[in-house]
C-alpha cells in the first residue's frame, strides 16, 4: 500500500513530446532549358564548357540545390562549413549554415580562383584570392543573410550560402530533403532557390512522426544574382 502510495506521489516526468522528421521533395514541371556555359578562359583546367548550376533537375521533374526552411524554428545547424574551388564550380553550389558559423575556403585548381562573397544588397563582404591549391582561408558569416559567391577571374563561377536559424536543408540532385529535430505542431516550410520560387505550405509533425509532403516550384521573375 505504501508503495503504490509513494508511486502515485512521485514526480512523473515532463511529457516532452519527441521531435518529429519532415521528409519531401521539390519538384518543377516548367524548369527552364539552359544548355552548357562556354568557358573563355582557363579552358586546360575549366574545360570548354561548364554545366549551368543555377538548374539542376532529376528524374521526375526533382529540382536540387534549393534550401526549405522551417519558420520561426531553431536549430544547431552546421557551425563550420566549406566551399572548395573545384574544377572552376564552387562545390557545394548551394549551402546552409547558422548565423557566427565559419566559412573554410578552399581550392583544388592549379589557378587563380578568387572567392568574392556579396551580400543582398551587393556589398562585398570579403574577397579572397586563391593561388594555389590546398591553401585555405576562414572567414566568419556573421549573420542571418543570403550570401552569394562569385569568382572575380571566372564569371560563370556561382555560390550560395543561407544563413538561417531555423532548421534547414539543401535539396539534393533528386529533389528530396530531409528536415530532422522537428518540434511537433504545425509549421510553415518556406523555400529558397537562385532561380524559383514556391508558395509556403503547411504541415503538421506529431510526436516521433514523420511528415511527408511535396513541394512545387515555378520559375522566378527575380533571380538571386
Ligand atoms: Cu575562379
Redesign the pocket.
Known sequence: MSVVAARAGAPTRAATPDPGTIKGTVTTTAAPATGPIKVTINENVCGQTQPDPSVVVGNGGGLANGVVTISGTRASAATMITVT?QQ?RFAPHVQVARPGATLRITSEDQIL??THAYAEDERTLFNIALPLPSISFARPLERARLVRLA?D??PW?RGFVVLTEEIAAVTAPDGSFVLSNVPPGTHELRFWHERFKAAPQKVTVTSDGTAEVKIRAQESLVVSR
Open positions: 574551388n572552376c580562383h578568387t569568382c577571374t571566372h563561377m
